[in-house]
């Protein structure tokens, strides 16, 4: 199974920093990655599929980027409603989905 | 409007087997673009993708560590997959969620998540 590595495991930010989370993974996907943000009590939600193609609905601040192995999420101008969790998730190949261990943005 | 709804039992015994059933509504399951997925997450931890079906063959993909003890089907006339995991163990507790997935050669995202149901064993 591909491993994801996300870095850090936690984030302090003030609103209106800049954020950038990290995702690696052990073997080259291209660019099959998918970024959730997952508030606490909720579903995991969609930011970015396809690396960087931005979901329908999700605010321009959220970017991703990267392919191969290294990928990062970036958030500009951090809002209140953004302190959450965060994954990546790569789907190189149908059987076998696998999540980062994920990125907790808080409150500085 | 996308929707899926996940039922079930909250409380298990070990070794029994866990029956979770999810209502989608908003999308057909006889559509070739999408797929139904299940997705667990122990409390405090990350997703884990368990399995999911694509249409309309009924294409079935089972996570490797657990493919012994997992199955997934669909009952279209109902609008429901169900997912069925065997010898239940209290490591297995965690919230389970179904989820739509996207098919094709650019698939393998998901879009909408059910509300979420916690088993507890």
Known sequence: DIQMTQSPSTLSASVGDRVTITCRASQAIK????????????????????????????????SGGGSGTEFTLTITNLQPEDFATYYCQQYNSFSSLTFGGGTKVEIK | Q??????????????????????????????????VTWIRQPPGKAP????????????KYYTASLKTRLSISRDTSKSQVVLRMTHMDPVDTATYYCARIHNGPSGGWIDSWGQRTLVIV
Request: proline share 8%; glycine share 6%.
């Open chain 1, 31 to 62: 660019s099959w990655l998918a970024w959730y943000q997952q508030r606490p009590g909720q579903a995991p939600k969609v930011l970015i599929y396809a690396a960087s193609s931005l979901q329908s609905g999700v605010p321009p601040r959220f």
């Open chain 2, 2 to 35: 996308v929707a899926l709804k996940e039922s079930g039992p909250v409380l298990l015994k070990a070794t029994e087997t866990l029956t979770v059933t999810c209502a989608v509504s908003g999308f057909s399951l006889s559509n070739a673009e999408t797929g």
């Open chain 2, 48 to 59: 884990e993708w368990l399995a999911h079906i694509f249409f309309p063959k009924d294409e």
